[in-house]
Nanobody, 127 residues
Framework: QVQLVESGGGLVQAGGSLTLSCAVS????????MGWFRQAPGKEREFVAA????????GYADSVKGRFTISRDNAKNTMYLQMNDLKPADTAIYYC????????????????????WGQGTQVTVSS
């Protein structure tokens, strides 16, 4: 059974930084395409960033491009999201997600593309 556990969330002032981690167990992490999503109160879950199984291709939502960086360490079965210049609008529960990769598709940006989800970690950015 594949399990994903997020960590690293917290309270930070606007302009600050946080790094989220997503530890994966129970599966072959190096064969998964991975992604980060977030959900703010009263809003739908939205795509934040995604990374290919080898880590050589990434994609970002326009709202975080240039501020957030997604990465992975296949030796540690862990994915990361480095978040810089945080804004109050980034306040949300952040979820990591995983799915087996298929040849020809580098990464996935849709919620329904993913098979496995973590429980989420809260990020709160104060103004």
């Amino acid at each position: 059974q594949v399990q994903l556990v997020e960590s690293g969330g917290g309270l930070v002032q606007a302009g600050g930084s946080l790094t989220l981690s997503c530890a994966v167990s129970g599966g072959t992490f190096s064969k998964y395409a991975m992604g980060w999503f977030r959900q703010a109160p009263g809003k739908e879950r939205e795509f934040v960033a995604a990374i290919s199984w080898r880590g050589d291709n990434t994609g970002y939502a326009d709202s975080v491009k240039g501020r957030f960086t997604i990465s992975r360490d296949n030796a540690k079965n862990t994915m990361y999201l480095q978040m810089n210049d945080l804004k109050p609008a980034d306040t949300a529960i952040y979820y990591c997600a995983a799915r087996p990769y298929y040849s020809g598709i580098d990464y996935y940006t849709g919620i329904y593309d993913y098979d496995y989800w973590g429980q989420g970690t809260q990020v709160t950015v104060s103004s």
